[in-house]
């Protein structure tokens, strides 16, 4: 679904990514985990063309993504979950959620997508009329996670949704997303620095570190691999 070959990119012609291949396929869960500063919100922001990168190429479906104007990406079905959430504060939880079915298949699909993002995420109905930016972190990480799903996206990024969360909130949210891809078979990519979760839960993992993809594989050849269990998950 996802083919990123060769992906050279980063800011003001300094690269922060170099050479990087990364393949998702239809219906996977692929996460990238790395430390701080290793590059995964430039790739994510490279997929949905806020960065332009100097090199390389992204295929969605057989497309050239790097052809497509960054306004258009969603409409093929790419929703990015950002870091840091970035919900609407000003607006309600409900305009929030309709600002993410800007998207034809979002529009299209609103009235089924809508109580299916509010069975599987209950506390948006509770809070529907509430302002976006009265709600706690967790509840403004769901959020984030159901204006995604309102595009009704084939592929769905999150950009490490448990950051600054309380383990247990942080559990919370990784047991929903097991959930929605359990009932819709979505594509995910996950990007997190809770190594230990995004590699229990994934298909498939690659590990970033400095720009460059340094390890990749199953998840489970991944969570048994010495320089993981050393470097990443503290054993
Ligand atoms: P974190 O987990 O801390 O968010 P990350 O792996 O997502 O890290 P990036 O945010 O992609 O890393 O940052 C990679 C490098 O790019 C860092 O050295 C960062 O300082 C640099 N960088 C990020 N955004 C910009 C920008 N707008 N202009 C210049 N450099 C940037």
Redesign the pocket.
Known sequence: MLEISKLTS???EVP?LREVSITVGAGQFVSIV?P???????LFKSISGTVSPMGGAIRFEGEDLLKIAPSDRPHLGIAHVP?GRQVFASLTVLENLEMGAFTEAGRKSWKTNIDKIFAWLPVLRERAEQLAGTLSGGEQQMLAIGRGLASAPKLLMLD?PSMGLAPAIADFIFDKLIEIRKDTGLTILL?E?RVAEALQFADHGYV?ETGRVVLEGNSQALQADDRIRQAYLGM
């Open positions: 980063g800011y003001s922060v790395g701080n500063g290793a590059g995964k919100t430039t870091e490490e990007v620095q970033l």
